[in-house]
């Protein structure tokens, strides 16, 4: 028997949330040194399932099965594939720099973390899952703590609208996309919710067809697809900075890998159909997204909006379904989960001590807030796809993947690139230069130890992956070989 | 008559138990002072879940049998029913004990006891007079259970209401017995089918026949359009009164339903079903818009166990093992989960004296542990993993795209989405707004406690390790196929 890593990985943050809801709630330093305790810990775990994936091998590895319910063929299948290792350890990251950030939290911390694991929990669980039925199981859980994360701590003028809609939009999607697994689970005639069985049951073209849009947009609801990405700047700006951390950063990737696991993936057929469609509505995102990021004055939108344009261009290179495009996606997926983490840690730190996010009443931080200044700007060279960062690293792919496919839809997305680099040297600008607004004279607080090191392993990780792509590229390119296998053979 | 056997005690040893806790009670309350009838709960309780685990160990069924000539039918589905009713009578009779007015009364136990009595006889009744004398049985205790607090004008409201109705719906049924008879010349919910494929039968004759029983059991799971009375007798009646009749007697209507009309009608399952999928549609729809609006957190779980009725009921309409299945799978969480959320509900109302959904404003800092209590609850409801509803709506879903009804799993998931909603704002209320109330404490005294914990440890184990669950709906649906 091997050591169950990918098990004690998922339900690390849920056992560490049932201890923290036993614990009493005047113990509120206890309760942030048993989250940290908890995440760093799994955070060591999905480090060391990273490097100790063996490339070479490829495919799935660390896989676990346990029978759940054998009668409808449901089992804990877990396993992690080039895609998904990064995946996983970009969710150990952003669980320990939510945690670092949310350090302060005076308000009920005690349910604050306990809800915050539980969601993490489901994010490490749809990632590993190689079983439908348990990725839907551990989506769910991803979903609903959002509610209650955002519309208690969230920021008091838009949470509860913001919440709601949320939760509503999110949960309509996954369900629309159980539907769409159901048909699957009874068209296969397999008996079998395992994804590994159900990708080579070659169902009927005219099946894939028609169910693909159903799954795939149900999921890419939370990839904050176009017209269905409506909800996602509103969380992430109602949300509280550990919450929009791990929102962004993490359960969009979320929706976008659920899409590609369970679309792409197990009806390829379908894929083939609709890319085209899927993406036009990319590219909607991409540039639509760009344009509406650089028109907001409430500095927590625009970072809302360039998520949106962001997520625009994972879905663009799953469009493409070429190696380079998938590559380039996967590797965006990471690369731009830690930078919104630490765009949204950034948004927070500034707002907890100016108490605005208007840009036009803001300026100056830099004097202040020298370590955030430092983090939003190799945020922003990432967001600009600047080389040496890991932004250029996804970026490039994706571009090469879409020329391939459609050269007008290339350049079409790139006119994002340059709004992206405006509203961003716009935003550096006027928030970190410039005059300090009188008001504000004295009353920034520095700020803390815990928050330093957040922005600090998140920048190395940017700079590091952009100067050495070989830490993840050929590790993604592996889990790509294995998408295009199903797209090739089908 | 046949002669006897053992199988025959065994086959009724969940009714002779009840019998026996009932005489019990009957015998000791006299002999009790005021101030200690209230322990009448503790023997209550402990003897309905020692009767469970005696019926368990011994007394668990094996091939389907008929017994007492064919009045009873010994099996796992009746099984599983009579074990979930005295779960659910169990934890109400610990819901009843710190009950002003209520609590203290022996005979409010005794009837508790007497209407699970009619359930059990009603899950295994194979026979029509059998099955009438049961709902009678079940019923007429819980009229009075209705109206227990007889200076309560909505109390006594709530007691008429239910038996005004109760009796009307179930003349209708009682006449759709006797047509039944008089079509086929038998009243054995066995040999009706056959009867049915021998016999020349006018079809409209006989589906007007199935819908007038179907009044009388659309009134016992408060299907729409049979569902006014649901409201204003869960608000009127003694809350723990209420969360028994919306899960232990909706759950013994199921029953009923499943076996009478996959057993009986097979002949006629398309217009059956047909009817019964738009009735379920309707129900779920108008459970959920109604629950909307609602201000009363009783009457909002009213209408949302109106709705929890039509989802339920998809499983009925795919008429087939993984249906049934999914049914009796559904109706475990489902009695477990409302159970739950009435007992908070119960819990919460006699220290704040309101049952307003405003009053539960910053329940989670006045009482946090009853704060997650209702959060399992109210999302298991909602359908939520890990709590049991989650796994429960999924199955009732699978069985209805398995039959080629993915219309019909469409508009449940539509209608969850509705369910969700208001769901989240009695959480939003709880877990986000303020009270002056705040620093007032929520005293819970035991019996609440120990049920509150226990059911939401079940919602939890039946929405995560469901496999043993799901194999013992299944043993209970494989006997109607």
Redesign the interface.
């Known amino acids: 028997m091997v050591f169950p890593i990918l098990s004690v990985i998922v339900f690390t943050p849920l056992v560490a949330s049932v201890l923290i809801?036993l614990m009493p709630?005047e113990r509120k330093t206890e309760v942030r040194m048993l989250a940290l305790a908890a995440a760093i810990f799994a955070l060591l775990l999905s480090i060391w399932v990273y490097f100790n994936y063996d490339q070479a091998a490829a495919g799935y590895q660390f896989v676990e099965k346990y029978?759940?319910?054998?009668?409808?063929g449901i089992s804990l299948h877990l396993g992690v594939d080039g895609l998904t290792a990064p995946l996983v350890l970009l969710t150990g990251v952003v669980m320990v720099t939510g945690v670092m950030i949310s350090w302060n939290l005076d308000d009920?911390p005690?349910?604050f973390f306990a809800f915050l694991f539980i969601l993490a929990s489901g994010v490490f669980g749809v990632f590993v899952s190689l079983d439908l039925?348990m990725l839907?199981?551990?989506y769910?859980?991803a979903?609903?703590p959002m509610?209650?994360l955002i519309?208690?701590w969230g920021w008091v003028k838009t949470?509860?609208y913001a919440a709601?809609k949320l939760?509503?939009y999110l949960?309509?999607g996954s369900?629309?996309a159980?539907?769409g697994a159901?048909?699957m689970?009874?068209a296969s005639g397999l008996q079998t919710f395992d994804m590994l069985a159900l990708q080579n049951a070659n169902f009927p073209p005219q099946f894939q067809h028609l169910w693909f849009p159903f799954v795939f947009l149900g999921f890419a609801v939370l990839g904050g697809i176009f017209p269905f990405h409506n909800w996602s700047p509103d969380g992430h700006v109602a949300a509280p900075t550990a919450v929009s951390m791990f929102h962004a950063g993490v359960l969009m990737k979320l929706g976008a890998f659920a899409a590609l696991r369970v679309g792409i993936m197990l009806l390829p057929e379908g894929a083939k159909y609709w890319a085209g469609w899927i993406m036009g509505l990319a590219l909607v995102n991409v540039v639509y997204g760009a344009f509406i990021a650089m028109v907001q004055t409430d500095f927590k939108y625009v970072i809302g909006f360039s998520s949106v344009s962001h997520m625009g261009l994972v879905m663009l290179g799953f469009s493409t379904l070429t190696k380079e495009g998938l590559t380039g996606a996967g590797v965006q997926m990471f690369s731009h989960g830690i930078m919104t983490a630490l765009f949204f840690a950034v948004v927070g730190m500034v707002y907890d001590r100016a108490h605005t996010r208007e840009i036009p009443k803001l300026g100056g931080m830099s004097k202040y807030l020298t370590w955030p200044t430092i983090g939003f700007i190799i945020g922003g060279l990432v967001s600009m796809g600047m080389p040496g960062f890991s932004g250029f690293v996804a970026e490039f792919p994706i571009f090469m993947g879409i020329w391939q496919v459609r050269p007008w839809v290339a350049i079409l997305a790139a006119i994002s690139i340059v709004i992206t680099a405006s509203y961003i040297m716009l935003v550096i600008r006027r928030v970190f230069f410039g005059q300090v607004p009188e008001e504000f004279e004295g009353h920034i607080g520095p700020i803390n130890a815990l928050d330093k090191v957040a922005i600090g392993f998140l920048s190395v990780l940017m700079i590091g992956l952009g100067m050495f792509p070989a830490l993840m590229v050929p590790m993604v390119q592996t889990g790509v070989e294995n998408v295009l296998r199903l797209l090739g053979g089908a | 008559m046949a002669t006897y056997t053992p199988t025959m005690i065994l086959a009724i040893l969940p009714e002779i138990l009840l019998l026996a806790l009932g005489i019990l009670i009957l015998i000791l309350e006299p002999f009790w002072k005021e101030e200690k009838r209230r322990n009448l709960g503790w023997l209550t309780a402990g003897g309905l879940l020692a009767s469970i685990f005696i019926s368990i160990f011994i007394g668990r069924p094996g091939d389907p049998q008929m017994v007492f000539g064919g009045m009873l039918r010994y099996d796992w589905l009746g099984f599983f029913f009579k074990m979930l009713f005295m779960f659910g009578a169990a934890a109400t009779a610990l819901f009843l004990m710190d009950m002003e007015r209520v609590g203290r009364r022996g005979e409010v136990y005794l009837l508790l006891i007497a209407a699970t009595l009619g359930m059990n006889l009603m899950a295994s009744a194979a026979d029509l007079i059998m099955l009438y004398l049961a709902i009678e049985t079940t019923s007429i205790p819980l009229y009075v259970l209705a109206g227990f607090m007889l200076t309560d004008d909505r109390s006594t409201e709530a007691g008429f209401k239910y038996l005004l109705f109760g009796a009307m719906t179930s003349a209708v049924m009682l006449y759709g017995f006797s047509l039944l008879y008089g079509f086929t010349g038998t009243t054995s919910i066995y040999d009706l089918a056959a009867m049915f494929a021998a016999g020349q039968h006018s079809m409209i004759l006989a589906i007007g026949t199935i819908m007038l029983i179907l009044v009388g059991l659309g009134f016992k799971v408060s299907l729409v359009p049979f569902h006014f009375w649901a409201p204003d007798v869960y608000e009127g009646a003694p809350t723990p009164v209420a969360g028994f009749l919306s899960t232990a007697s909706k759950a013994a209507g199921f029953a009923v339903l499943m076996r009478l009309f996959v057993v009986a009608f097979p002949e006629f399952y398309i217009s059956w079903a047909s009817i019964l999928a738009v009735l379920a549609v309707i129900t779920m729809t108008v459970g959920n818009l109604l629950a909307l609006t609602q201000k009363n957190i009783k009457r909002m779980l009213a209408y949302s166990s109106i709705a929890h009725a039509g989802y339920a009921m998809i499983g009925v309409v795919a008429v087939s093992k993984l249906g049934v299945t999914s049914v009796v799978f559904y109706l475990l969480a489902y009695i477990l989960t409302n159970l739950a959320a009435f007992g908070i509900v119960m819990a919460f109302g006699r220290v704040a004296g309101s049952d307003e959904i405003s009053a539960y404003a910053g329940l989670s800092r006045r009482a946090p542990g009853l704060a997650l209590a209702m959060l399992v609850a109210f999302l298991s409801l909602a359908g939520m993993p890990p709590f049991g509803g989650f796994v429960a709506k999924v199955f009732v879903f699978a069985a209805a795209v398995q039959s080629q009804m993915v219309w019909l799993a469409v508009v449940g998931i539509l209608n969850s989405i509705i369910g969700l909603y208001y769901y989240l704002t009695v959480l939003k209320v709880v877990y986000l707004y303020r009270s002056e109330d705040e620093d007032k404490p929520v005293p819970i005294t035991r019996p609440y406690g120990i049920a509150l914990v226990i059911l939401s440890v079940g919602i939890l184990l039946v929405g995560t390790l469901f496999a043993p669950w799901f194999s013992l709906s299944g043993a209970a649906a494989l006997n109607l196929f």
């Open positions: 809801l709630a029978q759940w319910l054998p009668v409808l009920r005690r349910e039925f839907f199981f551990f769910e859980i979903v609903f509610y209650l519309s208690i949470r509860e709601m939760t509503l949960f309509i369900v629309v159980l539907v159901l048909a689970y009874f």
